[in-house]
């Protein structure tokens, strides 16, 4: 069975929550929701006792001390984890290539954003297991959030022919963030759901995507990691190299154009806490 790895994406400034969240202090870092920071419940989320290796943090270093703060915060995660240090922001493709090109090639990386309220953990779970077991097999996963409005805010998954075994299905289609009239045409076609960005994906198989879809994205985090440094838990791509990476989200360099993509339906209660409204339907 391959081990499985929570890749942590800490990255953007959360501004919509100005004057709460600044960039000096984002969300993620924040107890938004609960005692915990939305930081500190993502890491909780992803146990030890549940299965999962320690966790790979992908920050920027204006958040390496908060990054490090909240990773001691959190029972037994902090001495297993690896954070990577990202010289300048290069959109989610390059992030998550960081964490792959640090890994085993047989793990399976398990993708969550650092900003998102998940009030069902237990169900969280559930998705997170069948997800992995799917990627195991080589497709290459994402989490479809039950849609339960009409959300123009999201982009869309639309689900495909199911899998046998794992409760798994093809993606049939990703969907842009769509009108109002799209979406709830969406809802009430019942088989679209929500794209929250939570993947799962072996190492191997997302690099033999990324180096077929963007060879250019690969072969320039291959580079940055190779003349990279580390600095006890902490790893320094290099710098010059990295800012010549592309930005690209992971959705648009490889989740749309595999012929692997697969979704795992995900009943959870979540949020990605994006405004002041978010938050308060999460408060409630």
Not at 239 to 256: G, I, Q, T
Request: hydrophobic letters at 45%; aromatic letters at 8%.
């Amino acid at each position: 069975m391959s081990i499985l790895v929570p890749v942590i994406l800490c990255g953007g400034s959360g501004t919509r929550l100005w004057p709460r969240s600044r960039a000096a202090m984002p969300k993620p870092f924040l107890p938004l929701v609960g005692e915990s920071t939305l930081f500190e419940a993502a890491l909780a989320r992803c146990p030890g006792s549940a299965g999962f290796a320690g966790p790979v943090v992908v920050t920027g270093h204006k958040h390496l001390g908060h990054v490090e703060a909240q990773l001691g915060a959190v029972a037994g995660v902090g001495a297993g984890a690896q954070v990577i240090v990202e010289p300048s922001a290069r959109n989610t493709a390059a992030a998550i290539a960081l964490a792959a090109y640090r890994l085993p090639e047989d793990a399976v990386m398990l993708v969550c954003p650092s900003d998102h309220h998940i009030g069902n953990v237990e169900a969280f779970a559930v998705a997170a297991a069948a997800a992995a077991k799917l990627a195991e097999q080589g497709w290459l996963v994402s989490l479809g959030i039950e849609a339960t409005r009409p959300e123009t805010g999201f982009g869309y998954l639309k689900r495909g022919d199911a899998i046998p075994e794992h409760g798994g299905f093809r993606t049939a289609q990703f969907v842009e963030k769509p009108d109002l009239a799209r979406a709830q045409a969406f809802l009430a076609e019942g088989i679209y759901a929500w794209n929250g960005g939570i993947f799962a994906f072996r190492v191997k198989d997302f690099l033999t995507e990324l180096e077929q879809h963007r060879p250019d994205v690969a072969a320039s985090v291959a580079e940055a990691v190779a003349k990279g440094t580390e600095d006890g838990q902490r790893f320094h791509p290099d710098a010059d190299l990295f800012a010549k990476v592309p930005s690209v989200s992971v959705d648009y360099a490889v989740m749309e154009n595999t012929t692997r993509a697969a979704m795992v339906p995900a009943d959870m209660d979540w949020s990605d806490i994006g405004n002041w409204h978010a938050l308060h339907e999460a408060l409630d």
